[in-house]
């Protein structure tokens, strides 16, 4: 078990801005399905507001923006880590004074969205950092804003991607996020046919979002020890340990200091 997660982690730790450059400079790009995603397409078809602010992270080849720009949307910022895509991006929608593109780390992004698309940049994401995902998106959506699009409802043997499953989403997502819809896609591009679950996730306000970094790696029983132990904090509604056991996702009524969050792994 031990061994199988230093592997993991070794592994995961290698999904930086050169690995995925050299994807987009070898054009190893299995991923792209060369056109929108028509549950994502369904779904701009039924957004009205077209100054609406919007967010597409890992946004590749983003036919998702393209879309947007066609239907006549005012406000599209995407973002990527691979400067061999962001040049082409920046070429093709040169002058297009509706979409901001920008090179860099969506954990480093700074802004606010009424919308946030994701389309296959959750499952590239090595697994230690789906609950700093789920922290990030809770902070860069305004009140009311909204998270939507596709997550994988299965496993791969060779990853990225990263598959998961809706019970575990509910899970990480759970009270950061009220859940409007989680189901399967029904119009899925054929290689995704029923393996893939159409979400739209509104930002919970009402809750304070902290991701508190351990600064160092603890053992699994240890670990749920500390998760118990933030659970039973009062006001605390959902605790979430990443997977690699150095960060701890809190959501919670009121903010829990940071004096209180050390004394207990203390
Ligand atoms: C599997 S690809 C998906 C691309 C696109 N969304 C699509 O569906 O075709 C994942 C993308 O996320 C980008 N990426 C990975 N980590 C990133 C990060 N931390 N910040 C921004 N982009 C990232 C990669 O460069 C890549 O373009």
Redesign the pocket.
Known sequence: MNKEQCCTTACESS?DQNY??I??KTKT?G???GQIAPPIQNFINSLENKNSRIL????????EAEYLLEKGFTNVTV????PT?VAVLQKKFANNPNINIIL????DHKGKYDLIIE???F???PPFLRQKYVWKMHQLLAEEGILAGLLFNRTFEVS??FGGSQKEYELLFKDAFSFLKLEIAKNSATPRANSELFFKFKKNSTVIVQLYNFGRSFSNDYAETISGKFTALGNVLNVSMNSNFSEILIVSKTEIPEELLEQIIS
């Open positions: 999904l995925w450059d994807q987009y790009t991923w792209d399905l597409i992270p890992g946004c590749g080849n983003t036919y973002i990527d880590i691979a895509l860099g780390d969506f954990f389309q296959t940049f499952c590239a994401l990225p991607p």
